[in-house]
């Protein structure tokens, strides 16, 4: 299929590789000029790269970068056809979403919102879980496409509901990794092992994969950004948002937010979002290195 | 062996069961008249309990009723011996537990403290896991009983270490439930069917025991309590208490408590915990029955 890719960031670059992998013609545009894909076309502008597409599929960074790509100047919107179809990878508002759907349809293109999970990782590997939302039809003629860049397609409903679910998905994570760092600190400081707690944990019911991948890094205090903090805050303000627009009370996220507040703060933004457990143990006074890494 | 076996409730009455099926000579003690377990003996203290026994296993609810069963009078500590171990597999302070380890050690008795988890249903098939902290020499006197009880013993460090990491352990499965919950109230609101987001939940990172465990009950909304919501609310105080005796700050757990607080007031602690949502779905006006189960 002729794709317009719209954003080559952490996730979009490996996205749209896969998609030149799977032999489908990609015209690929980001706003950071000189990010290529090997394969793929390079187009000027969102407008240049739909123009050249049937399928425009866009993952950039939040819902004012997807209104720009598609609404500015140069916007994709202006190179629109009927019977083409609009995806949406990023994570964004569900209720900004919807509002899309609605201007696309007046033009007669299709809207799917499918963000994704799997971080960086699953991109580099097509093994991303598709979140989306929309009709039935739609997401089958794209399927091809799903298939080059992730495992598995989850449809969650109709428009903007793979958006409502992947901020649900997203809640969890930050919520199970915060239950894991506070655990973490309090049992450091009270004399136990951070590795027998790990493995206490994997022998239990409150293992998952979000700690089966982090607390390897975390037990050596790697920070490097597989899903950097800023992002995260980003997903808790975009849930917090949506659910105070819902009238859906949040008490353990709103908490959670207040955290990362803190760590963009002190400056972590750029770290990976498990950094937030420096500031538990800054605050227990755990010195790192001694009791926390014995 | 020889066990004395003090408290026969939710948990103890199995374990007091599974010692008997592996052949163990069992004298039983509960402070509920009344309470029977085939094949083992009835004591009418836990001292007389202590008095036939070389182990005596305690399973009660809190700190003060560990107290109350060995220091009391007619307590078991009246008829410890040089050379016995008293195992405490209750959930209780790891601070009162070097008190009480201390206190023993006077009388020459050794101590284990051995916190369980897998729950009600753990303890009747004997596949629970027990989170030790004491010397390694007494564990494995009494291995024979653990195994006759449990699948695992994890030995997390010297005293206390167990109490330590099994209040880390709740700690997270109520940061995992309550990440989840938020999660349902949200996506729910939204527009989301609650099974698409469990079947979404499985399919993913954010898949743990904890939510394999209790999804299919909260679906059905049936809060028949496997784990009681007042014993959660206990252990949550206990954490917290451990917390800021050791200078640890705990923001999402002190959040999740306020929760609990109110799930007390209106009345559901003979609940199981799970039904904290139904918390977060009048806050958020969903009517369950509709909506929420649809």
Redesign the interface.
Known sequence: MRVAFLGLGIMGRPMAANLVKAGHEVTAWSRTPGKLVEGARVAASPAEAAGAADVVWICVSDTAAVDSVLFETNGAESALREGMIVVDSSTIS?ARTLAIVARLAERGVEHIDAPV??SKIGAESAQL?F?AGGEEAAIARVQPLFQAMGK?V?H???H??GQ??K???N??????Y???A??????T?????PE??V???Q????????I??KAPFVLKRDYSPNFPLRLMHKDIHL?LD??RE???????????E??YEVAHDEGHDDLDYAATLML?EK???IEVGTAATR
């Open positions: 569900p999970t799997g879980i979140i598995l989850k969650m409903g109709g903007a509901m409502a679910a901020l649900a998905m809640l969890q994570i930050a919520m199970i915060e239950g894991f506070e655990a973490l600190a309090l049992a400081k009270l004399g136990v092992a027998k707690l493995d206490l944990i022998s239990s019911m409150v293992r998952s994969g979000v089966d991948y849930t949506a659910a819902a009238r859906v009370k949040l008490p353990g996220l709103e908490t959670v207040e955290i538990l605050w227990a006074g």
